[in-house]
């Protein structure tokens, strides 16, 4: 396990060094998040250690947003200030965005399974 | 216990870090708990739930959130050890990601663009302030990306954070009546869906659906964080000649 969380913490620190250097518009994990899958890619195995932490960690993801979500209590007064086009705005856009991703992904399938279809 | 000497021992506790950190344990818990007993529920979402609890804790006991924060920050650190961990997931499915490549980056684009645009455009129709509207824009995107995007568009990073896990939350609910009132029963297509509309709380819903979901979701997720990051400064500037003068 220790081994684990050291690998996905340099390459964390990985990517904050080329986020940094770079200047790139994107959060270091991110970049460490491609870093790792690009070497998994190239030596084409996993090792168990690593299989497990990363799910014991991603099983309980939902938890690390809850110090972030308690930060509502910090903006109150502009939160009760708007709430309707907040509320709105978000509740709407996320739908739309769910079922516009979606349809868009579906329709897109189907159309590159037609062509292979087609191609043999 | 006297009242008094327990507004001492409060007080004590909450000078260290132990209490922040052992309530977000200790809610967050319960919260999964009653979640599990209900089957999974989605209307009873464990981040909205020991938020709630936690906020209400704070508020009666009169504690900062800077306080609360000081213990709460160890959790908060490991989103970036956990984002760097969906790259083992990914990579399990990369001959599928492989196939589906062409359609993913379409759904992609589609999804993001529409994320910034429906909600800035509806906010603003509704008259949320500049400095609002700035900051719900990324509200799609991972906490640690969209605090980023808020600040270069001039909204408030903390503000946005919130927005983000509201935003998470209200997707984690909503995707799966969404998603069989479209009849869209692909798992691939289901997670990817929500993890561009509802990042990391999204992702963490459909880890709970099927690990194929998670990893999708868990793929959207990061890209969704590129994207956005790109694509929102250029969409706002040519949409601020019409929507934010």
Same mark, same amino acid.
Request: net charge positive; hydrophobic share 55%.
């Given at each position: 396990? *220790?081994?684990?969380?050291? @690998?996905?913490?340099?390459?964390?620190?990985?990517?904050?060094? @080329?986020?940094?250097?770079?200047?790139?518009?994107?959060?270091?994990?991110?970049?460490?998040?491609?870093? @790792?899958?690009?070497?998994?890619?190239?030596?084409?195995?996993?090792?168990?250690?690593?299989?497990?932490?990363?799910?014991? *960690?991603?099983?309980?993801?939902?938890?690390?947003?809850?110090?972030?979500?308690?930060?509502?209590?910090?903006?109150?007064?502009?939160?009760?200030?708007?709430?309707?086009? *907040? *509320?709105?705005?978000? @509740?709407?856009?996320?739908?739309?965005?769910?079922?516009?991703?979606?349809?868009?992904?579906?329709?897109?399938? &189907?159309?590159?399974?037609?062509?292979?279809?087609? &191609?043999? | 216990? #006297?009242?008094?000497?327990?507004?001492?021992?409060? !007080?004590?506790?909450?000078?260290?870090?132990?209490?922040?950190?052992?309530?977000?344990?200790?809610?967050? /818990?319960?919260?999964?708990?009653?979640?599990?007993?209900?089957?999974?529920?989605?209307?009873?979402?464990?981040?909205?739930?020991? +938020?709630? +609890?936690?906020?209400?804790?704070?508020?009666?006991?009169?504690?900062?959130?800077?306080?609360?924060?000081?213990?709460?920050?160890?959790?908060?650190?490991?989103?970036?050890?956990?984002?760097?961990?969906?790259?083992?997931?990914?990579?399990?499915?990369?001959?599928?990601?492989? /196939?589906?490549?062409?359609? =993913? =980056?379409?759904?992609? =684009?589609?999804?993001?663009?529409?994320?910034?645009?429906?909600?800035?455009?509806?906010?603003?129709?509704?008259?949320?302030?500049?400095?609002? =509207? #700035?900051?719900?824009?990324?509200?799609? +995107?991972?906490?640690?990306?969209? #605090?980023?995007?808020?600040?270069?568009?001039?909204?408030?990073?903390?503000?946005?954070?919130?927005? !983000?896990?509201?935003?998470?939350?209200?997707?984690?609910?909503?995707?799966?009546?969404?998603?069989?009132?479209?009849?869209?029963?692909?798992?691939?297509?289901?997670?990817?869906?929500?993890?561009?509309?509802?990042?990391?709380?999204?992702?963490?819903?459909?880890?709970?659906?099927?690990?194929?979901?998670?990893?999708?979701?868990?793929?959207? #997720?990061?890209?969704?964080?590129?994207?956005?990051?790109?694509?929102?400064?250029?969409?706002?500037?040519?949409?601020?000649? +019409?929507?934010?003068?």
């Amino acid at each position: 396990m *220790l081994g684990a969380i050291t @690998l996905l913490l340099v390459y964390q620190t990985i990517g904050e060094v @080329l986020v940094h250097t770079l200047n790139l518009p994107i959060p270091g994990p991110v970049v460490g998040m491609l870093m @790792l899958f690009i070497t998994l890619v190239i030596r084409k195995s996993v090792s168990q250690e690593l299989r497990d932490t990363s799910q014991g *960690l991603l099983q309980h993801l939902s938890l690390l947003f809850v110090p972030a979500g308690v930060g509502v209590m910090a903006h109150f007064t502009r939160i009760s200030d708007e709430w309707l086009p *907040l *509320l709105v705005a978000l @509740l709407a856009s996320t739908v739309l965005t769910i079922a516009i991703t979606a349809l868009a992904m579906s329709g897109l399938l &189907k159309l590159s399974s037609k062509r292979e279809e087609q &191609k043999s | 216990m #006297m009242p008094q000497q327990f507004t001492e021992i409060w !007080v004590y506790l909450s000078a260290t870090p132990l209490l922040g950190l052992t309530i977000t344990l200790l809610a967050y /818990q319960a919260a999964y708990w009653l979640y599990k007993r209900s089957d999974f529920n989605p209307l009873l979402n464990p981040v909205a739930l020991s +938020v709630a +609890v936690l906020v209400m804790l704070l508020l009666t006991s009169g504690t900062k959130y800077e306080t609360y924060f000081e213990g709460a920050k160890f959790v908060h650190f490991l989103l970036g050890p956990a984002t760097v961990a969906l790259a083992i997931p990914l990579y399990s499915q990369f001959e599928k990601l492989k /196939q589906m490549l062409l359609p =993913l =980056l379409g759904a992609l =684009l589609a999804g993001a663009a529409t994320a910034i645009i429906s909600a800035v455009g509806i906010g603003w129709l509704l008259g949320a302030s500049h400095v609002t =509207l #700035m900051s719900l824009a990324p509200k799609s +995107v991972t906490t640690p990306i969209a #605090m980023g995007i808020a600040e270069k568009l001039g909204g408030i990073p903390s503000l946005t954070a919130v927005l !983000v896990i509201f935003t998470g939350i209200s997707g984690a609910i909503m995707a799966k009546s969404i998603l069989d009132v479209l009849r869209i029963e692909n798992h691939a297509v289901r997670g990817f869906s929500v993890g561009v509309a509802a990042h990391g709380i999204g992702t963490a819903r459909a880890f709970q659906v099927s690990e194929q979901a998670g990893a999708f979701a868990g793929l959207a #997720m990061g890209l969704n964080g590129l994207i956005t990051a790109l694509i929102s400064p250029l969409l706002l500037k040519i949409s601020g000649l +019409v929507l934010l003068q």
